[in-house]
């Protein structure tokens, strides 16, 4: 089955720095690569995703880059701010006809320091 | 539109007890799929049901089972609790949208198993 590698497992940045987590996946047919946030006692919240026909993808701060070919994909935050501080989960799926089941990276705890 | 609702927030329950959660999807979605969150494992899927009917499974024992109405809610039960069963569990209701199988979740359950 998927086996998705996410690092590193901490990060801590100082506010206004850039942020950047990375994360590998095992099955060439996954196409469907969602990025999560984890704020304390919440549930995960997508902030960003990307299908495998696209490399890369922009949300104001947060971006998303994939390397099909050696099949990798990051996430990328700039300008960060204290309230990006949280657990950042990548996943990765084969995203189309039945098939929901997300394989989840381990996660990255963000501390943005003011 | 309302989130994904679970209850209850928190359970605690004996070893041998058995246990049921309950999930109400985001109002149109028919998919719901259920983790397990571990600090050791991290976010383990367990299965997701449509349209009242199991359409895939996780690398669980059978003691995990769960169902679905046919209003989309669902329930997982867990039986014969052990200690490794405390967990965080969380719901997730789904919708397709451009070949992206967007999954939404739930605060979640904390249950601990003493």
């Known amino acids: 089955g998927e086996n998705v590698e996410q690092h590193p497992s901490t990060l801590s940045v100082q506010e206004g720095d850039s942020a950047v987590i990375k994360c590998t996946y095992s099955d060439s047919a996954s196409n469907y690569f969602p990025w999560y946030k984890q704020e304390l006692g919440k549930g995960p919240q997508l902030i960003i995703d990307i299908r495998s026909n696209v490399g890369e993808k922009k949300d104001q701060r947060i971006a998303v880059t994939l390397n099909k070919t050696a099949k990798h994909f990051s996430l990328h935050i700039t300008e960060t701010q204290p309230e990006d501080s949280a657990v950042y989960f990548c996943?990765?799926?084969?995203?189309?006809?039945?098939?929901?089941?997300?394989?989840f990276g381990k996660g990255t705890l963000l501390t943005v320091n003011p | 539109k309302a989130g994904v609702t679970q209850t209850p927030r928190y359970l605690i329950k004996t070893r041998g007890q058995q246990v049921t959660l309950s999930c109400s999807p985001i109002?149109?979605?028919?998919?719901v799929s259920w983790y397990q969150q571990t600090p050791g494992q991290g976010l383990q899927f367990l299965f997701e049901?449509?349209?009242?009917?199991?359409?895939n499974k996780g690398n669980f024992p059978g003691r995990f089972s769960g169902r679905q109405f046919s209003n989309s809610r669902s329930e997982m039960n867990v039986s014969t609790l052990e200690l490794g069963d405390s967990a965080l569990y969380l719901c997730?209701?789904?919708?397709?949208?451009?070949?992206?199988?967007?999954?939404?979740f739930g605060a979640g359950t904390r249950l601990s198993v003493l």
């Open positions: 049901y449509f349209s009242e009917t199991q359409r």
């Open positions: 997730a209701s789904s919708l397709a949208e451009g070949g992206r199988n967007i999954q939404y």
């Open positions: 109002s149109g979605h028919r998919s």
């Open positions: 996943a990765a799926s084969k995203g189309g006809g039945s098939n929901y089941k997300l394989t």
